[in-house]
C-alpha cells in the first residue's frame, strides 16, 4: 500500500468523523476500547477564543485529533502503572484541584461584573473625558537627499502624480494614514501640521530618517472610538478592576494570622 493510497484513506476516516461531529455521540477514536468523542474535542475547542477567532472547528479538530489520541495512551499507560495512586499525583492534584476552584471562581465573579451596562457606563465614561486632538492623514515620498526631495517637488509642480513619484523615489510606503502632532518627529510634525489640505510641502522637510516630501490628504478633529472598537479593552479593564475588587472584599473579611519563618507571629 503506497504512501498516497494511506493518504487519501486517512483522509476519508477524517471526513468520516467531521461527518458524525454533527451527530449526538459522535466518536473522533477508539483507543484500547476507550472512546474519544467529537464532544471531547468541541469542548477543548470553545474553551480557547483565541483559537476561534483564527481556526474553524473542523481546522482544529483534523490538526488536534492526534494529540488527544497520543493523551488517551499515555493516560492509559499511567493508569496501568498505578500512577492516580501515587503521593506525588495526590500532592499535585491537591494543588490543581485548588487552583481550578480559584479560576473558576474569579471567573464566575468576573463575568457577573463584566456585564453590558458596566460595559456601557465606562464607555460613557470614556465619551465624556475624551479630548478631542487635530488629526491629519498625510502621505509621504521619503529619499535620502535634498537633491532628490527638490527633484520630486518640482515635479510636483510640473504637476506630477504623487502617488507615481512615490512608487519611484520612496524609501518607504508612502501612505501614513491618520496621525496626531506627538505621534510624530518634531521636525515632520510642524511641517505637516503647519499645511492645508491638498497641500504638498515647498520645501523638503530633514528628519533622523531622511528627507521628506509630504502630501496632506485630510485634517479633521478625533473623536471617540466607536464602542465596538474598545469594547474589548474596556472589558480587559472592568476585568482587572473586578479581581482587584474582589480580593480585596474577601481579604477585608477573611481573619488572617501570619508568623514568620522563625515561628514568630507577625
Keep these: 500500500m503506497n504512501n498516497k493510497f494511506i493518504a487519501l484513506a486517512m483522509m476519508g476516516v477524517l471526513s468520516a468523523f467531521n461527518a458524525q461531529a454533527a451527530g449526538k455521540d459522535g466518536v473522533a477514536a477508539v483507543v484500547n476500547g476507550k472512546q474519544i468523542k467529537v464532544e471531547d474535542i468541541k469542548t477543548a475547542y470553545n474553551a480557547n477564543p483565541a483559537v476561534k477567532e483564527k481556526t474553524s472547528f473542523d481546522e482544529f479538530y483534523n490538526n488536534t485529533l492526534d494529540i488527544f489520541v497520543d493523551g488517551e495512551i499515555v493516560y492509559q499507560a499511567a493508569e496501568k502503572e498505578k500512577i492516580t495512586e501515587s503521593p506525588e499525583y495526590a500532592a499535585q492534584?491537591?494543588?490543581?484541584?485548588?487552583?481550578?476552584?480559584?479560576?473558576?471562581?474569579?471567573?464566575?465573579?468576573?463575568?457577573?461584573?463584566?456585564d453590558d451596562k458596566a460595559v456601557k457606563k465606562l464607555y460613557e465614561d470614556y465619551?465624556?473625558?475624551?479630548?478631542?486632538?487635530?488629526?491629519?492623514?498625510a502621505k509621504h515620498i521619503l529619499v535620502d537627499n535634498e537633491a532628490a526631495a527638490k527633484e520630486v517637488i518640482a515635479k510636483l509642480n510640473d504637476a506630477g502624480q504623487f502617488d507615481k513619484l512615490?512608487?519611484?523615489?520612496?524609501?518607504?510606503?508612502?501612505?501614513?494614514?491618520?496621525?496626531?502632532?506627538?505621534m510624530m518627529v518634531p521636525e515632520f510634525a510642524e511641517a505637516a501640521f503647519s499645511m492645508k489640505k491638498g497641500q504638498f510641502s515647498k520645501t523638503p522637510v530633514k528628519t533622523q530618517f531622511g528627507y521628506h516630501v509630504i502630501l496632506v490628504e485630510d485634517i479633521r478633529e478625533a473623536k471617540p472610538e466607536p464602542l465596538k472598537n474598545i469594547e474589548p479593552q474596556?472589558?480587559?479593564?472592568?476585568?482587572?478592576?473586578?479581581?482587584?475588587?474582589?480580593?480585596?472584599?474577601?481579604?477585608?473579611?477573611?481573619e488572617v494570622v501570619k508568623y514568620d519563618a522563625k515561628g514568630n507571629k507577625l
Design 93 to 114: 492534584l491537591k494543588g490543581l484541584k485548588q487552583e481550578l476552584a480559584r479560576k473558576i471562581y474569579l471567573d464566575k465573579k468576573v463575568r457577573a461584573a463584566v
Design 166 to 182: 512615490a512608487k519611484e523615489y520612496s524609501k518607504e510606503p508612502a501612505e501614513l494614514g491618520y496621525f496626531t502632532k506627538e
Design 127 to 137: 465619551k465624556d473625558t475624551f479630548h478631542g486632538e487635530k488629526e491629519i492623514k
Design 234 to 254: 474596556l472589558k480587559a479593564m472592568l476585568a482587572k478592576k473586578s479581581v482587584g475588587d474582589i480580593l480585596k472584599k474577601l481579604q477585608d473579611s477573611a
